[in-house]
C-alpha cells in the first residue's frame, strides 16, 4: 500500500484516512512544526517510517523544508506551488496577464510616503479593501471607508514592516465589491471536483463582510454554473498548481478571482462531486509515480 505523508492533524488528516485507505493508500502524519528537527549527525529514516509520497508541502516553509530534505519525497503540491499561491500579489498580476478577470489591485512594497498610498488609490473608489500580501484565513484583512482611514491602516502595516525579521513588506489595495457571493471551488489536476459557498449565519452578518469559515462563516455545498467551473480550472492550470482552491467572488455583473489556497482544507465529502476521492487518489499515485 502506498504511504502518504500530511503534515498536518486538523480536520483534512481525519478526513482522507478513510476514503484513501480504500483506494489502496495509507495516511500517515509527518510532523513539520513543534518540534525539534535534527539536522546533522542524524540516524537514516527508519523503513517503517518512510514515505512514497506528500500531501501539500508544509504550510511552515522552513521546516518544510528541512523535513523534505531528510524524507526527499515529491509532494502533491511543491514548496514552489504553495508559493506561488501564497503570494497574492503575484497570483493577481499573472491572471491578469492571462486575460482573467480578478478585482483591480495595486501592490505596495514597504517603505512608501503617504503620497505614494494615495496615489495608489486615485483609480479606487472607497471602501477600498486593504490586504497583507501574505497572511491566510482573512488575518489582517481591513476595508477603509477613506482616505484618513486607510493611512492609519497602512501605520500599522508601516509598524510591522519596520520589523526586521518581517519577510513579506507588501500589501495590496483593492477594489471591494460589495454584497458578493463568496465560493470556494476545488479544482484536482486541472478538473473541477466541488465548490463551496462561505456564507456568515444571520446573527453574525450584521455589519460584517467576510465570508472566512475561520471567522465563523458556514461552507454549504453548491453546484455551480459551467463558467465558474471553467474559470476556476483555468486560474488551475495558469498557475500550474494541482491541487487548489479558488477563491470567486460574484456579484450581479461581475465574476472575479479573489485568491487562491494551495494547501486548503478538505470538507465534507458530501460537498464535492462523486468521484472527488477517486480523481484525488489517482493524483497522489501519479504523483509517487514522478508524472
Known sequence: MLRLAVSTTAETFDRLREPLADRG??????????????????????????????????????????????????????????????????????????????????????????????????????????????????????????????????DYLDLVHDYRATGDKSY????????????????????????????????LGEGRWKHNVHRGAAATGVELPAEHRRLAEQVAVELGISYVGVDLLETPDRLVVNETNARPTVDAATKYEPDFYDRLAALIKETARGE
Not at 78 to 104: C, F, H, M, Q, Y
Not at 180 to 201: F, I, Q, S, T
Open 25 to 154: 493508500i495509507e495516511v500517515g502524519h509527518l510532523q513539520a512544526k513543534e518540534r525539534s528537527i535534527r539536522l546533522t549527525d542524524r540516524e537514516p529514516v527508519d523503513p517503517a517510517d518512510r514515505f512514497d509520497v506528500g500531501f501539500v508541502f508544509p504550510g511552515r516553509l522552513m521546516e518544510g523544508t528541512a523535513v523534505d530534505a531528510i524524507y526527499d519525497l515529491p509532494w502533491v503540491n511543491s514548496r514552489e506551488a504553495v508559493l506561488t499561491s501564497r503570494n497574492k500579489g503575484g497570483v493577481i498580476a499573472a491572471l491578469d496577464a492571462a486575460d482573467l478577470p480578478v478585482p483591480e489591485t495595486v501592490m505596495l512594497s514597504n517603505p512608501v510616503d503617504e503620497s505614494v498610498v494615495t496615489e495608489a488609490v486615485s483609480d479606487l473608489s472607497f471602501p477600498v479593501v486593504v490586504k497583507p500580501n501574505s497572511a491566510t484565513r482573512g488575518v489582517g484583512v481591513a476595508k477603509a471607508g477613506d482616505v484618513d482611514s486607510l493611512l492609519g491602516i497602512v
Open 172 to 203: 495590496l489595495l483593492q477594489e471591494y465589491l460589495p454584497n458578493a457571493r463568496d465560493y470556494r471551488v476545488m479544482v484536482v489536476d486541472g478538473e473541477y471536483v466541488g465548490a463551496v459557498e462561505r456564507r456568515l449565519p444571520e446573527e
